[in-house]
């Protein structure tokens, strides 16, 4: 089979000009996902052409994703990224992988090998909200999770992110060897100090000693990710494939912009991201509140109430002035004022921004995919607006819609009476409450109740428990685009 490592690729591919022979495995990556290959990854790849660096990855899937990783071996570690505008698309190959390992076809013991190379500087991830293994209620490790237990039982044979991070932590401890830095790429609000309360949290139950050591030696910086990469489809990688010239099973296609902003904070150095683009800042937390507010959080709600109006894309959603305007107010009237940014930053300039990316045809980002996971999401997208707002007595009926627009498209069931395949963690609370409740109101309150979505005080609150009520009754009665409408 002719692949993008073996044979001449059309005209318009923007090649490397880097020596690939030069790079070592400086970064190990947890998560080689459709997010990553078209930013970290592609950031690298751009940094290389521009100065003289030898930082290369190794990609890890640690669950599923073995076929990919296969793949990615019999292209030579080569793939595309299609940056797909209004206007034009460009096709890059991206050639700053250098290996990559999967426990399912090289055991477990290789990973944490590789995780322990005295060259290897960062380990970063993109592994999802639930990867964390967190409690999204207070931001420390579930020790309920089951990936969690198995772990603590076993920490030498680990599973999780968080077991192979404090595994290999205590290997580079027990040799001598200098810590890494771990890096979350992750839509995680403070995503480095999720993921250092996780990594803490779990060390400090295998070995208090370690879990010191760690505290004092390893940093977590934060980091802002944004771009628009929807999960690859058939249709992608037909399209991919016409453009290159050939398959490439791990390409992937997305939106031009891109922004990346990190915290620099790295205890082994750091690549030059910055000469590609990337910004290395003292506190990345103003950035990321403003992009997982006003991108993420009408995102979130563009979702599920799109999918239940039946757009299956976000770009399908804009070609409804109801849904375009109810996002642009969601963005400047309900998340926007809860923010606290430096001197100058236009927000409206931003939210007009954000709509102008979303009506990009080019882009079929589905619906269904941002509504997965919604019960790791929304705490954050959604959680600190909706307190601000109810301390200070302001406005929050876009909030309340998004939040009931994801109570009714967790009930599993389209206004049209076909099943919804709900992708969640916490996807069995939700079927326990609908069996008791149905698609009834009282089913309001009782997702409410769920602590580690809502916390304890937002229950307690009449004034949103009305509004949330309120909407999800007219999301029933009428349908997601009237109501919707009535924003």
């Given amino acids: 089979m002719k692949t993008i490592a073996n044979t001449n690729l059309n005209e318009q591919v923007i090649r490397p000009t880097f020596a690939r022979s030069n790079l070592k495995t400086r970064i190990v990556h947890l998560g080689f996902g459709a997010f990553h290959r078209a930013h970290q990854a592609l950031f690298t790849n751009e940094m290389l052409e521009k100065i003289n660096s030898d930082w290369g990855i190794c990609e890890?899937?640690?669950?599923?994703?073995?076929?990919?990783?296969?793949?990615?071996?019999?292209?030579?570690?080569?793939?595309?990224?299609?940056?797909?505008?209004?206007?034009?698309?460009?096709?890059?190959?991206?050639?700053?992988?250098?290996?990559?390992?999967?426990?399912?076809?090289?055991?477990?013991?290789?990973?944490?090998?590789?995780?322990?190379?005295?060259?290897?500087?960062?380990?970063?991830?993109?592994?999802?909200?639930?990867?964390?293994?967190?409690?999204?209620?207070?931001?420390?490790?579930?020790?309920?999770?089951?990936?969690?237990?198995?772990?603590?039982?076993?920490?030498?044979?680990?599973?999780?992110?968080?077991?192979?991070?404090?595994?290999?932590?205590?290997?580079?401890?027990?040799?001598?060897?200098?810590?890494?830095?771990?890096?979350?790429?992750?839509?995680?609000?403070?995503?480095?100090?999720?993921?250092?309360?996780?990594?803490?949290?779990?060390?400090?139950?295998?070995?208090?000693?370690?879990?010191?050591?760690?505290?004092?030696?390893?940093?977590?910086?934060?980091?802002?990710?944004?771009?628009?990469?929807?999960?690859?489809?058939?249709?992608?990688?037909?399209?991919?494939?016409?453009?290159?010239?050939?398959?490439?099973?791990?390409?992937?296609?997305?939106?031009?912009?891109?922004?990346?902003?990190?915290?620099?904070?790295?205890?082994?150095?750091?690549?030059?991201?910055?000469?590609?683009?990337?910004?290395?800042?003292?506190?990345?937390?103003?950035?990321?509140?403003?992009?997982?507010?006003?991108?993420?959080?009408?995102?979130?709600?563009?979702?599920?109430?799109?999918?239940?109006?039946?757009?299956?894309?976000?770009?399908?959603?804009?070609?409804?002035?109801?849904?375009?305007?109810?996002?642009?107010?969601?963005?400047?009237?309900?998340?926007?004022?809860?923010?606290?940014?430096?001197?100058?930053?236009?927000?409206?300039?931003y939210a007009t921004l954000l709509i102008e990316r979303f009506t990009n045809p080019s882009l079929k980002h589905q619906t269904w995919q941002i509504a997965m996971d919604g019960s790791q999401k929304i705490p954050q997208r959604m959680g600190g607006s909706l307190r601000h707002h109810l301390a200070q007595g302001t406005d929050f009926k876009w909030l309340a819609m998004g939040i009931a627009g994801w109570m009714r498209y967790v009930g599993a069931v389209t206004e049209q009476g076909e099943a919804i395949d709900v992708r969640d963690p916490m996807v069995e609370q939700f079927q326990a409450i609908y069996a008791e409740h149905g698609l009834n109101v009282s089913a309001v309150k009782a997702l409410l109740s769920i602590e580690a979505i809502f916390g304890t005080d937002l229950i307690a609150n009449e004034t949103f428990v009305s509004a949330v009520t309120d909407a999800y009754q007219l999301i029933l009665d009428k349908g997601a685009r009237a109501a919707v409408a009535s924003l």
């Avoid at 771990?182 to 993921?195: L, P, R, T, W, Y």
């Avoid at 016409?242 to 031009?256: Q, S, T």
């Avoid at 998340?335 to 300039?349: F, I, K, S």
């Fill in 60 to 349: 890890v899937n640690l669950f599923g994703g073995e076929d990919l990783i296969e793949q990615l071996r019999a292209q030579d570690h080569l793939y595309t990224v299609a940056e797909k505008g209004a206007e034009s698309t460009d096709v890059k190959l991206i050639a700053s992988v250098t290996e990559s390992l999967h426990p399912t076809l090289d055991g477990k013991a290789a990973v944490l090998a590789k995780m322990t190379e005295e060259q290897v500087a960062i380990v970063s991830m993109t592994i999802t909200e639930k990867g964390y293994c967190a409690d999204p209620a207070t931001g420390r490790l579930d020790k309920n999770n089951g990936l969690i237990i198995a772990d603590l039982a076993n920490p030498q044979d680990p599973s999780s992110a968080i077991g192979y991070i404090v595994e290999a932590l205590r290997q580079r401890r027990e040799k001598g060897i200098q810590p890494f830095t771990v890096m979350s790429c992750d839509n995680v609000q403070e995503n480095g100090h999720v993921a250092r309360a996780a990594v803490l949290d779990f060390a400090n139950l295998v070995d208090v000693e370690l879990a010191s050591w760690i505290e004092a030696n390893v940093t977590f910086p934060c980091t802002m990710v944004d771009r628009i990469v929807p999960a690859a489809t058939e249709e992608t990688l037909t399209e991919i494939a016409e453009l290159v010239g050939v398959e490439d099973l791990c390409g992937i296609a997305c939106e031009p912009f891109r922004q990346w902003v990190i915290e620099d904070n790295f205890v082994a150095g750091r690549p030059d991201w910055n000469v590609a683009g990337a910004e290395f800042v003292s506190d990345v937390v103003p950035f990321e509140e403003m992009k997982l507010r006003m991108l993420n959080g009408s995102h979130s709600f563009l979702a599920y109430l799109g999918f239940l109006g039946g757009y299956a894309h976000i770009s399908d959603t804009m070609t409804n002035d109801d849904y375009r305007t109810a996002a642009f107010d969601m963005m400047m009237k309900a998340q926007a004022p809860t923010l606290n940014m430096p001197e100058g930053t236009d927000l409206e300039a």
